[in-house]
């Protein structure tokens, strides 16, 4: 049932970690410089997207690329707010340079078709164990 290859596993692996990595840092760089005020709230939920999205793809859970696709729209759209409110934030551009890095690999590559291979495949299997069991 290996559904992904030895290299197709460590790229999810090792590029959800690093994506994870990136994300808690921008959340806490969030946590530790905010303003209280609820838009810098909401600014922390946009960081919990990217950071989900990325242990999703440690598990090689087939809802990964579309997340992180969203993640990349959302962050960009922080960017852009805190470049309109004077405010300027290197690890958010990483964050965001990584995303769009990510979508192309993953998209570009057979990653995202593999995933859902592996997610039919897993359910198909489920199910025939489902009435035996």
Known sequence: MDILTKSEENFCENAGLAGLLLSLTCLIQQLVFMIPHWIT???MG????????FVLLMKKKATAPS????????????EVFLILSLTFSLVVLLLFLY???MVALMYSGNIV???KRKDRVEKEEAAKWNGVI
């Open 46 to 53: 946009i960081y919990i997207l990217p950071v989900t999205s």
């Open 99 to 101: 995303l769009v890095v």
């Open 113 to 115: 078709s593999q995933l």
């Open 41 to 43: 709230y909401s600014m």
């Open 67 to 78: 997340l992180i696709l969203v993640s990349m729209i959302l962050i960009f759209l922080l």
